[in-house]
């Protein structure tokens, strides 16, 4: 048998200097499109089935409403591809699915408020759902404006201190303004002026978490100076335990003087867990623990709306018709749901007070089901892992901690939202991120959106490559680290 025939040198030829050029990195900016197109595909049939299951006839308000939503991602999409064009690829499309979601829950909550209306022969309201989309339009104004103005995140910690005093003010605004101007449901956690209504808690957040990312960079060694050890662990010196007893004191404030559980809880935990990953010191989690436990039991002795918190959770149906309807009727609508769900329309999730807001889980598990509401929660996993993935792939410190910070809100936030509507853990009265109604957490979380958009392009961008000089000597030339090939294989 002849041997086979080699290939000539010419078959193959080689560029000059004997190397194929390196391909172009990879955006993945077009599998982002792809996934958005399908999000507008899976909003757009939702929107048909709820007006299906309840009669009516397709109308253009659903065409209106879909073409919105495609135009409002699609042009932030092109921002994504112009300013961070090495961002994570799933983020805007998860936002995008949720945010949908959310958008067909709402209409079919109006379509509900609408029907009890004809009903009992009152004015009917206007949709909320249309106001949602204005919303969703100016919270991608904001994500936008953050996407061009913030060319480099790391500049946000040189402004650290001064972004930490604007947060603080903001969260105490609505705690000094008389109760007409910011009490709602029991709670003074807004600022209410005629035509104008804000959460300035939502906007707080995230400016501690800029302020905390900061400080735990710049006084790294303060807050890993070594202590005593008890039990193994190593715990922080006394006279260090300065920045989280003020952390302390100012989620126990919010928590007394406006009544607000869910923020007071939401951002001590952040911040719990950024200090943990700054020093990987357990001391810190269990002194955090002690301080958290220690200020509920203070508050619960001396506080009566914290007791009816806790009462209400455990006792839900002794005051069925008072404190624990609301709890009452989101448990009914969650055994209702079942499995599979009554199906988009079909079910009755207006029964359940704040439906929109509080409890749009509720309106998720009874329509979809566990199988809907899993899928749901699927996604807020899916987000949070890809931003935790930025942070341990981004080069700077404060890079991993707001990655970090801004993930660990959203999985946080979610936990107390799902454990209070279905009684793991007393209400707190925060919203479902991206798919609650309201302005003020669309735009907040829009602007989170934005920040770990950025952090995340920083991490996949590749590194700027350093070209040798024709006059410049082999020997002083660049190095590149290299992987080596495994045996019997190729690299």
């Not at 993945?28 to 909003?43: D, G, I, M, P």
Request: proline share 7%; hydrophobic share 50%; with cysteine.
């Amino acid at each position: 048998m002849s041997a086979p025939a080699q290939p000539s040198a010419g078959a193959f030829p080689s560029p000059p200097g004997g190397f194929a050029p390196a391909p172009p990195p990879s955006t993945r900016r077009n599998a982002e499109l792809l996934l958005l197109a399908l999000a507008a595909v899976v909003t757009t049939v939702s929107l048909v089935l709820v007006e299906a299951s309840q009669e009516l006839s397709i109308t253009w308000d659903i065409a209106k409403l879909g073409a919105s939503y495609l135009a409002l991602f699609g042009v932030a999409h092109l921002a994504v591809r112009r300013f961070a064009a090495f961002a994570d690829p799933l983020l805007l499309p998860i936002v995008a699915l949720l945010n949908g979601l959310g958008l067909v829950l709402i209409h079919r909550l109006d379509l509900s408020e609408k029907q009890d209306a004809a009903f009992s022969s009152t004015p009917i309201p206007s949709p909320d759902a249309n106001q949602q989309v204005l919303w969703t339009g100016l919270g991608m104004v904001v994500f936008m404006a953050l996407l061009i103005v913030l060319r480099d995140y790391r500049t946000l910690a040189r402004y650290a201190y001064t972004l930490g005093l604007i947060g603080l003010i903001a969260l105490a605004i609505p705690a000094v303004l008389p109760d007409r101007f910011s009490m709602v449901n029991g709670a003074k956690i807004w600022i209410r002026l005629p035509g104008f209504s804000m959460q300035p808690g939502e906007f707080a957040k995230i400016l501690l978490i800029i302020f905390f990312a900061g400080v735990l960079v710049a006084k790294r060694d303060l807050f890993t100076a070594a202590g005593k050890h008890v039990f193994g662990m190593e715990l922080p010196r006394a006279r260090d335990l300065g920045p989280i007893l003020v952390v302390w004191v100012v989620c126990l404030g919010v928590l007394v003087l406006e009544k607000d559980l869910g923020t007071s809880l939401l951002i001590f935990c952040t911040v719990l867990v950024m200090l943990y990953i700054a020093t990987e010191r357990v001391g810190w989690v269990i002194i955090g623990l002690g301080l958290l436990a220690l200020g509920f039991v203070f508050a619960y002795n001396a506080f009566g709306h914290v007791q009816v918190r806790v009462e209400t959770w455990l006792h839900p149906f002794d005051d069925y018709n008072n404190t624990g309807y609301q709890i009452s009727q989101s448990l009914f609508g969650l055994a209702t749901g079942g499995l599979a769900g009554t199906g988009l329309g079909s079910g009755r999730p207006s029964q359940v007070p704040f439906a929109k807001t509080d409890f749009i889980i509720t309106t998720i598990g009874e329509e979809l089901g566990l199988i809907g509401l899993a899928a749901i929660l699927m996604l807020f996993c899916v987000f949070v892992i890809r931003g935790l993935r930025t942070a341990l792939a981004v080069r700077d410190s404060f890079g991993k901690l707001l990655a970090a910070g801004l993930s660990f809100t959203i999985a946080i936030q979610l936990f107390v939202v799902v454990g209070g509507v279905t009684k793991l853990i007393p209400l707190t009265g925060l919203t479902t991120p991206f798919v609650s109604y309201g302005g003020s957490s669309l735009l907040a979380n829009y602007a989170l959106l934005a920040l770990l958009i950025k952090v995340s392009d920083a991490a996949r961008a590749p590194a700027p490559v350093r070209k040798r000089t024709p006059d410049q000597p082999i020997a002083d030339a660049p190095t590149e680290l290299v992987k080596r090939p495994p045996k019997g294989g190729v690299a």
